[in-house]
């Protein structure tokens, strides 16, 4: 079976596979045995059009935990959810639309993270948790230190269509229920990472 793996690193993106998909736009390709990530994200910051760095190999998810080896990973969980009318929730944050997600506690579930994130950052209960729709990794610096953040989506549900009450604490200006047919403005002013998430939707 075909694996593939993508790491988001500003507006451009670093993809580890077995196979060169078709759908790769702008690509450049890397020497696994030279990778320098701190370099490659430093680069990528001053890309002024998105570049997919590609990694050809034959054991992706061996390359992916060796990367996961070298820097310090940071779990995180999220989720996509979807109202009784079939609007999907969406929170603005620092400029950019964005789903609900946060930090995974010591011992917490990855599951359990997704749902209290939600519920804290939305001001809603969610009353259905469904199947991970994916898993996606996002290079950045944090203190100084390169980090790698590895976030688990899940599908979610509330009954009917409650009110929501961003948490302005975490930077959260405005959350918001869109239809399908809504995903166009988010598209235009929202993360590479969420961009892809969004065609979850379309696919379903």
């Known amino acids: 079976m075909a694996q593939i793996y993508k790491i988001y690193m500003n507006q451009s993106a670093l993809v580890v596979a077995d196979f060169v998909p078709e759908s790769l736009t702008n690509i450049q390709s890397i020497d696994h045995q030279h990778l320098d990530l701190e370099k490659l994200f430093k680069q ?5 059009i998105p570049i997919t760095y590609f990694i050809l190999i034959k054991k992706p998810l061996d390359f992916l935990n060796l990367i996961k080896k070298r820097i310090k ?14 609007k999907f929730l969406f929170i603005h944050r620092l400029g ?6 946060g ?22 209960r969610v009353d259905y948790l469904g199947r991970k729709i994916a898993s996606t990794y996002h290079l950045y610096f944090m203190k100084g230190e390169l980090v790698l953040k590895k976030t688990n989506w899940y599908e979610m549900g509330v009954n009917k269509v409650p009110k929501l009450t961003p948490q302005l604490e975490e930077d959260i200006t405005d959350a918001l229920w869109l239809g399908e047919d809504q995903l166009g403005s988010i598209r235009k002013n929202t993360y590479p990472l969420i961009a892809d998430l969004l065609d979850t939707i379309t696919r379903n």
């Open 44 to 48: 990528s910051k001053e890309n002024k």
């Open 103 to 124: 930090k995974v506690d010591e011992g917490e579930s990855m599951r359990k993270a997704a749902v209290r994130e939600v519920q804290e950052e939305c001001g809603i």
């Open 96 to 101: 950019k639309w964005d789903l609900p997600k």
């Open 73 to 86: 990973l940071i779990k995180a969980a999220g989720g996509l959810v979807k109202n009784g009318k079939g």
